[in-house]
């Protein structure tokens, strides 16, 4: 039963990183371009959510709306502003601006809240649990994560598929270069693009903020596992995403109750065992 209620766990866990790695997969799909400093601003989500609702006192649910349109807002402005102008074919130039970005967040996040390790107290979210059977239960901040990353994800895919932006976005992601042919804008897409990623960023900052304690430095090693859980599941494909999130979550719960000490490092060797047996991942994306 211990095992069973570590998978179980695991599961939960895999939903806090499908919620990491959601707006790297759609940035990716439709750019074929990956934010280094993905992480970065996943962390500024969760300092954000912590300045509205403490240090300034306002309602959850006003604190939750402003992150989400703060991070959608800059996301759409950053695209189209500073990424747009290195986008091509030669994938060194987003690489670096983004990698500055990460390096300059950090150290701006350093200087406005210190080196300090910080958390959300959530209260009796924190000690309710929710009974799973007779067995075994879980707690409930780790079941409404979780269920916020199904929701998260499937509202992804209704869009992406079921939407006109959808439609642009999937025209952009196969031929970008005939789109404007068609009176589409590509700046125009890709900041789209990037808003919707960031709005889902701002989503995983604020469950960041109330799951674990995190830092001015916390951002690479949430890029190290949004990274995995895409790869895992498969380039582009987003609810091959989740998969990965469990798998990754799964093996770190598993790897934990076999010795602390293993707990990254079963993520890690997931990933890498995944890596060898296929290399485009579980469920690489389908051209449509």
Do not use: C
Request: hydrophobic residues 55%; proline residues 4%.
């Amino acid at each position: 039963m211990v095992w069973i209620n570590s998978i179980v766990q695991g599961v939960m866990l895999g939903g806090l990183y499908a919620l990491f790695a959601a707006g790297l997969s759609l940035m990716f799909g439709v750019m074929r371009f990956v934010n280094i400093a993905h992480g970065d601003f996943i962390v500024v989500g969760a300092y954000l959510i912590l300045t509205f609702v403490v240090s300034w006192g306002l309602s959850p649910v006003l604190g939750v709306g402003m992150v989400l349109v703060l991070l959608a807002v800059a996301g759409y402005m950053n695209q189209r502003l500073l990424l747009n102008r290195v986008l091509g074919k030669d994938i060194l130039p987003p690489i670096l601006v983004t990698f500055g970005m990460s390096i300059i967040i950090q150290n701006g996040l350093l200087e406005v809240f210190s080196a300090d390790s910080q958390k959300l107290q959530t209260g009796w979210l924190e000690t309710t649990s929710v009974q799973l059977g007779d067995q075994f239960a879980v707690g409930l901040l780790p079941f409404l994560m979780f269920m916020t990353a199904v929701a998260v994800i499937g509202l992804l895919q209704f869009v992406f598929y079921k939407t006109p932006l959808g439609r642009m976005l999937r025209a952009t992601s196969d031929d970008p270069e005939i789109v404007p042919l068609m009176g589409g804008n590509n700046a125009h897409t890709f900041a789209l693009a990037t808003g919707l990623a960031s709005l889902v960023v701002g989503v995983a900052g604020i469950w960041l903020a109330m799951k674990t304690n995190f830092d001015p430095a916390a951002g690479p090693a949430r890029l190290l596992f949004a990274f995995e859980a895409v790869i895992i599941g498969g380039l582009g494909n987003i609810w091959g995403t989740l998969l990965g999130g469990i798998i990754l979550g799964v093996a770190q719960t598993v790897g934990a109750q076999v010795d602390a000490g293993y707990q990254i490092l079963a993520g890690h060797l997931a990933f890498l065992l995944v890596l060898v047996i296929r290399p485009t991942g579980l469920f690489p994306k389908v051209s449509h």
